[in-house]
Nanobody, 116 residues
Framework: QVQLQESGPGLVKPSQTLSLTCTVS??????????WSWIRQPPGKGLEWIGSIAYSGSTDYIPSLKTRTSISRDTSKNQFTLQLRSVTPEDTAVYYC????????WGQGTQVTVSS
């Protein structure tokens, strides 16, 4: 069974870079046809897909965040990372990592607050 665990700072100052890591166990980032995603939920709003990195290493991002977002991976550690640059308070949210292999697998989520 795939397990995902987010890690990273809970507080980021405006204009800085938010960086989160998802550690994967029970599955490999290079397993064929797996896509590894970052999704967030701002307070009082619904889930928002941010982007994904595929088993091949290719990436895809929501257009509204594309210029500020990078998703990368370290296959030796079985981790993938989100970087969101130039954050504002509107980026405050619970951030989740996710994959789907028949079943949806989610990390527990991590609260990130953007505030000075």
């Amino acid at each position: 069974q795939v397990q995902l665990q987010e890690s990273g700072p809970g507080l980021v100052k405006p204009s800085q870079t938010l960086s989160l890591t998802c550690t994967v166990s029970g599955g490999s980032l290079t397993n064929n046809y797996y896509y590894w995603s970052w999704i967030r939920q701002p307070p009082g709003k619904g889930l928002e897909w941010i982007g994904s990195i595929a088993y091949s290493g290719s990436t895809d991002y929501i257009p509204s965040l594309k210029t500020r977002t990078s998703i990368s991976r370290d296959t030796s550690k079985n981790q993938f990372t989100l970087q969101l640059r130039s954050v504002t308070p509107e980026d405050t949210a619970v951030y989740y990592c996710h994959t789907k292999a028949g079943t949806d697998y989610w990390g527990q989520g991590t609260q990130v607050t953007v505030s000075s």
